[in-house]
């Protein structure tokens, strides 16, 4: 359903994309990562037509981004980081807009709203302001606008940014329900939520690609080290600088426990199991021991790895 083939774009001389190629297909829903600035939110305006490339090509359904852009629109439903919404409009009158603009005939509207309402969960609030509205509804009520005409290829943008855990499940329950019909790319930097609804994931840094598989496909493919939970109580608190010198694993996180443990996330590339070293260390430094086990590596630190290198891998 889409082709993006050595896509570049320049802002001057910065590039903010650089020469990526993948597909998406028919069906799939995949998560498109990246940190902030890697150039996410550019590419999915280039395929949305909002941006031209500056170079390489993007085919939409088969269709050109620069030759076809009016018809590739019609086939892409578009929901942007910041939703477009009028908050002076009810419900309806905007769903109702929305339609008149994607050309649906007058007639065939109220069946489309009706059909939107159902899907997207907002039966109990069209005939209210939309500036009234909880952010979960706002967020409904812009994946409606982007769906209402139907399109085969839905474009997210983190369309979970800002929600609470319990919009964030209604509004992923949602995106997993349109996958089941439409080609779905979703932008988050919820990796939990890449985890729980992406057939595939695409991760960007510094404007290149530098991962492509599925979540289990790029686990598998960080099993060459691990991740492991060392906890200790240390009286002279040198602890990070012990495990600096050691050099054997990198932290990734630190946290005081309420009983003065003082508990690391420890991520090493090595397949050396390093728990033995772990606990001698201790012994020697005369630290007590509270914690000491292997955690699963999961696609947060891949991201990480993939995103806080200097160069692609």
């Not at 086939?75 to 477009?84: Q, S, V």
């Not at 997207?120 to 209210?128: I, R, S, Y």
């Not at 600096?244 to 996180?253: E, F, S, T």
């Amino acid at each position: 359903m889409i082709e993006v083939r050595g896509l570049t774009k320049r802002y001057g001389a910065e590039k903010a994309v650089d020469g990526i190629s993948f597909d998406v297909e028919h069906g799939e829903i995949l998560g498109f990562l990246g940190p902030n600035g890697a150039g996410k939110t550019t590419t999915m305006k280039v395929i949305t037509c909002y941006l031209p490339p500056t170079e390489g090509s993007v085919l939409v359904d088969g269709l050109d981004v620069t030759r076809d852009a009016l018809a590739v629109r019609r086939r892409i439903g578009y929901l942007p980081e910041h939703t477009p919404l009028y908050g002076e409009m009810t419900v309806f009158d905007y769903l109702t807009f929305v339609a008149d603009v994607r050309g649906i005939p007058g007639p065939e509207i109220p069946r489309r709203i009706g059909v939107m309402a159902e899907v997207c969960g907002l039966g109990e609030v069209l005939a209210k302001r939309i500036e009234t509205l909880s952010k979960g509804y706002r967020q409904r009520v812009g994946i409606a606008q982007a769906i209402i005409h139907d399109p085969p290829i839905l474009i997210l943008d983190e369309p979970t940014s800002g929600l609470d855990p319990n919009q964030i499940a209604e509004i992923r329950d949602l995106i997993r329900s349109l996958g089941k019909e439409k080609t779905v790319i979703l932008s988050t930097h919820i990796l939990s939520e890449v985890e729980a609804s992406c057939d595939r994931v695409l991760i960007i840094n510094r404007g290149r690609l530098v991962a492509d598989g599925a979540p289990s496909e790029l686990q598998a493919h960080a099993v060459g080290g691990q991740r492991i939970r060392f906890g200790v109580q240390a009286a002279n608190g040198a602890v990070e600088e012990v495990l600096a010198r050691w050099g054997r694993a990198r932290i990734l996180d630190r946290e005081t426990d309420g009983d003065g443990s003082v508990l690391f996330d420890l991520l090493s590339e090595t397949s050396d199991d390093l728990r033995p070293e772990l606990f001698h260390l201790a012994v020697d430094q005369g630290w007590v021991l509270t914690e000491l086990h292997h955690r699963q590596i999961d696609l947060e630190d891949v991201f990480r790895r993939l995103t806080t290198e200097a160069a692609p891998a």
